[in-house]
């Protein structure tokens, strides 16, 4: 053991206590993002405005494609892609493979179509950078950036989210190891005393989405770790950086034809899949069409009642079913099984709005938690001057996120109409994040922040129904004549949620006790 000094030892306790609150609140701000990204499609839904049909890839496209072909490039028909979209359109890929700075990207003109056939929308360039200019899906995708990679570059975002992943799993077990009392301690409130009672809550908040909070974080550590540096990995070892040679093999369909070959009906493909599949067709992918080695793949919803969904692979050339594979490897198998589970476990998507409603639910508590642990924290060292400025940073980020996600939603819809919201989206969540200092630095109680933070929340998100419509957002009559439950549902999943935040901000700011940070020396310096 090393001997040190007092006063290194102080600082060392110090270093290690910022550490690990600044860890935690970056854990915060995954799972309050993680909790909205639950409901990213139907977010993408609400706010898009493009209503299309709840099935769009079971509409005729055969004749739609071999227009859109003619009018397309030689260079980019090689290959192409059909996505379903939320709001229930399609996106269509006409592209090509083009290797930037030794990396393998996408090239093509991207085409949205609408009911009938109807072409929404027409953009050539690189298919990640069209999918993120698209201001149609900014709010939802912003949403779900900030939780799967704190909108840092790849893969570093990716990888500080899967250490995030880690820690919340370690904090999982080390608490069921060390709660003596777990099961007496989940209907135990005491008291009236605030800091009684938010240690109490705390404990009942943690100790009821244990489960949940392990499966969230193995889950998305899983994810994040595999798509930054598993994936990336296997490729380069294995098949020299080819991605494309590498999906082919673990396809099983290694098979090169390159000689011309009439392209099969695709919408007889697409309605034998959707009959195999008993569900809705998601994604199809066509590659090397025009040749004898041409494969379509397409990816369907689970079926009613299961968790994933087996892909059919199609030849291009003849329109035969080749085979159904599971997500990995070419035969069922029990690691496949489980591979296909990790994602609608994380997600909560396998039950559809019922599903997704628990683990809302559950993803706020675990907010709660991770945030009422830096509370206490803290507030068991208010008596010194840099946890209380950790008690400010707390109180920023505890109360600011929710505020700055809701501002991102109104910048969002007002500037929808000039197609500048993949901008004003992330420029108004950082103006409001920085808006919320200021309560945090100049407010004498700081337990005033929050509430505060909370109320302007609420207002915000009570608003966001009407600025939707404000917008050009379809009514809810039209939206369900079309299938897009999500308009009215989020309408007023969004309004209920303004309610509750501006009451709780109500009754929280009507209380009177003594500050734990009340008029500490960090306000008078910053005055």
């Known amino acids: ?40 499609n139907e977010i993408k839904a609400w706010s898009g405005g493009l209503l299309g049909t709840s099935e769009p890839l079971s509409q005729p496209l055969h004749a739609v494609l071999a227009r859109l072909e003619a009018e397309t490039p030689a260079q980019f028909r090689e290959d192409l892609s059909l ?59 912003f949403y779900v950036d900030l939780h799967v990679r704190l909108h840092l570059p790849n893969p570093w975002g990716l990888i500080l989210t899967g250490i995030l992943g880690l820690a919340m799993l370690v904090a999982a077990v080390s608490g069921i ?14 008291g009236r005393d605030r800091l009684v009672g938010l240690r109490d809550l705390h404990s009942v908040a943690g100790t009821w989405t244990l489960p949940h909070a392990f499966v969230l974080a193995f889950t998305g550590a899983y994810l994040s770790f595999t798509i930054a540096v598993a994936l990336p ?56 069409r025009g ?21 059919l692979i199609y030849n291009g ?10 997500i990995v490897g070419t035969k069922p198998s029990l690691g496949a099984s489980l591979l296909g589970l990790i994602g609608p476990v994380h997600f909560g998507n396998f039950a559809g709005w019922w599903s997704r409603a628990v683990w809302f639910a559950l993803g706020a508590a675990s907010a709660y938690v991770a945030w009422s642990g830096l ?52 420029a108004a969540f950082l103006i409001a994040a920085a808006l919320a200092v200021v309560p945090a630095l100049r407010m004498r109680s700081i337990e005033r922040v929050p509430p505060l933070l909370f109320g302007a929340t609420g207002v915000l998100l009570m608003a ?57 020396s960090f306000v008078q310096s910053a005055e």
């Not at 027409?122 to 899906?137: I, M, S, Y």
């Not at 190891?177 to 005491?190: A, E, G, S, V």
């Not at 392209?263 to 590659?287: G, H, K």
């Not at 050339?317 to 599971?326: D, K, N, V, Y």
Request: aromatic share 8%.
């Open 233 to 288: 990995m296997l490729a380069k070892i294995a098949f020299k950086g080819d991605v494309r040679a590498m999906v082919t093999t673990l396809n099983g369909m290694p098979m090169v034809d390159p000689r011309p070959a009439v392209s099969a009906n695709l919408d007889d493909i697409l309605s034998d899949a959707r009959r195999r599949a008993d569900a809705p067709l998601l994604f199809a992918a066509w590659e090397n």
């Open 1 to 40: 053991m090393i001997n040190l000094k007092a006063r290194e030892t102080r600082t060392l306790v110090a270093v290690h206590g910022w550490a690990g609150a600044l860890l935690g609140l970056l854990l915060y701000a995954v799972i309050v993002t993680g909790t909205a990204a639950v409901f990213a």
């Open 177 to 190: 190891l060390m709660h003596r009392h777990l099961f007496r301690d989940i209907f135990i409130l005491r």
């Open 317 to 326: 050339a003849t329109g035969e079913l080749i085979r159904e594979r599971p």
């Open 83 to 141: 996505r379903a979209t939320p709001a229930g359109n399609v996106w269509v890929f006409f592209h090509t493979d083009e290797t930037i700075n030794g990396a393998r990207r996408e090239r093509g003109i991207l085409t949205t179509i609408g009911p009938e056939g109807r072409i929404v929308s027409r953009a050539e360039g690189f298919g990640n950078e069209l999918a993120a200019n698209d201001p149609f899906t900014a709010l939802g995708r």
């Open 464 to 520: 966001l129904p009407l600025l939707r419509a404000a917008a050009g957002g379809p009514n809810w009559r039209a939206a369900l004549a079309t299938g897009q439950s999500a308009v009215p549902v989020m309408d007023v999943l969004v309004a209920l949620g303004g309610v509750v935040c501006v009451l709780s901000a109500t009754m929280a700011l009507r209380t009177r006790e003594p500050a734990a940070f009340d008029a500490g």
């Open 375 to 426: 509370n206490l924290w803290v507030r068991r060292r208010a008596d010194q001057r840099g946890w209380r400025v950790l008690g400010r940073v707390t109180a920023w980020v505890g109360g600011g996120l929710p505020f700055a996600m809701a501002a991102a939603a109104a910048a969002y819809f007002i500037s929808l109409p000039s197609l500048a919201s993949v901008f004003w989206t992330p």
């Open 291 to 311: 040749r004898a080695d041409a494969r379509i793949t397409v990816f369907p919803a689970p079926r009613r009642g299961d968790l994933s969904a087996s892909r």
